[in-house]
């Protein structure tokens, strides 16, 4: 191992401590500070010369209302079941579609 003086290859690696992995998350941090950067003011102590990077309110993620907000949209038009027959299809079409979108309907 690495601590242990020993030279390793990269397929030895765990796959969390693997490059592909380590650029992906490091990729990932790239676009949260790129995307979403906090852009709350620091005061500038004029004693320091600059900002000392701590007494200043940051307004953070409202996670709960991301979470929520996630939840209700996940499963964004998905089916619980498909139509079982030609009949169900066409009802299921129109429920989406709505009648007289230039579908004929069958008769029976």
Known sequence: MVVQGKQMNETDLP???SGPHIRHCIDLLRNVL???PDLTLEVKNEELGGVTGFGTEHQC???K???DWTS???TFEQKAKQPQSAEDKLDAEEKIHGAG???ARRHK
Do not use: P
Request: charged share 15%; aromatic share 16%; glycine share 6%.
């Open 15 to 17: 796959y969390h401590a």
């Open 34 to 36: 790129m995307c979403q």
């Open 61 to 63: 993620v409202d996670w």
């Open 65 to 67: 209302a991301l979470v």
């Open 72 to 74: 209700e949209w996940e």
């Open 101 to 103: 979108h230039g579908h």
